[in-house]
T-cell receptor
């Protein structure tokens, strides 16, 4: 138990569906991340939120839409996905990404397995 | 942009042996962190060890230690007295410490198998 909880753990959706992945962290952190892990590819950073503001969008297609209503919750809204979007989606959190702060370590949730059919 | 290279896709050793996983990285930054994460079959990404680039002393955590060579941009992980539970994917990762929006940059991973 790392203090980062993701739901659902497994999701199967059709290409025309709309679904959401949820992440909640209980560590008091103020930065949250979405990563995508596909087979045979390095983990890819998708989105970064710091103090509830999006600070990074690594050229992610618009069919992925993040939402961070507060520092403890992060969502990834999914719509009209493609089969190649099937992957493990990992949420993570850390404390304070501001300059000059040391000791920044990222903690991960257990991931949400997404299958697009 | 940073890149992280793990040149060993898979390694296999006997239980109780010592194993070293290699990692090299490329960056123009001078202040950064390096990490080793372990991902067992459960897919939970678990932090194994962390190294601050400004520290010359190599980090150690029980059976896990690193050999950090900043000039060579090398960051290897040594696992001593390996155990069956060490079987997992191991990822080397880089983070710029100056803030900004980089998060972690990962290598492709090394699949470590500990044989009984």
């Amino acid at each position: 138990e790392t203090g980062v909880t993701q739901t659902p753990r497994h999701l199967v959706m059709g290409m025309t569906n709309k679904k959401s992945l949820k992440c909640e962290q209980h560590l008091g952190h103020n930065a949250m991340y979405w990563y995508k892990q596909s087979a045979k590819k390095p983990l890819e950073l998708m989105f970064v939120y710091s103090l509830e503001e999006r600070v990074e969008n690594n050229s992610v297609p618009s069919r992925f839409s993040p939402e961070c209503p507060n520092s403890s919750h992060l969502f990834l809204h999914l719509h009209t996905l493609q089969p190649e979007d099937s992957a493990l989606y990992l949420c993570a959190s850390s404390q304070d990404r501001n300059r000059g702060i040391s000791g920044n370590t990222i903690y991960f949730g257990e991931g949400s397995w997404l299958t697009v059919v | 942009a940073q890149t992280v290279t793990q040149s060993q896709p898979e390694m296999s050793v006997q239980e109780a042996e010592t194993v070293t996983l290699s990692c090299t990285y490329d960056t123009s930054e001078s202040n950064y962190y390096l990490f080793w994460y372990k991902q067992p079959p459960s897919r939970q990404m678990i932090l194994v060890i962390r190294q601050e680039a400004y520290k010359q002393q190599n980090a150690t955590e029980n059976r896990f230690s690193v050999n950090f060579q900043k000039a060579a941009k090398s960051f290897s992980l040594k696992i001593s007295d390996s155990q069956l539970g060490d079987t997992a994917m191991y990822f080397c990762a880089f983070m710029y410490s100056g803030g900004g929006a980089d998060g972690l940059t990962f290598g492709k991973g090394t699949h470590l198998i500990i044989q009984p």
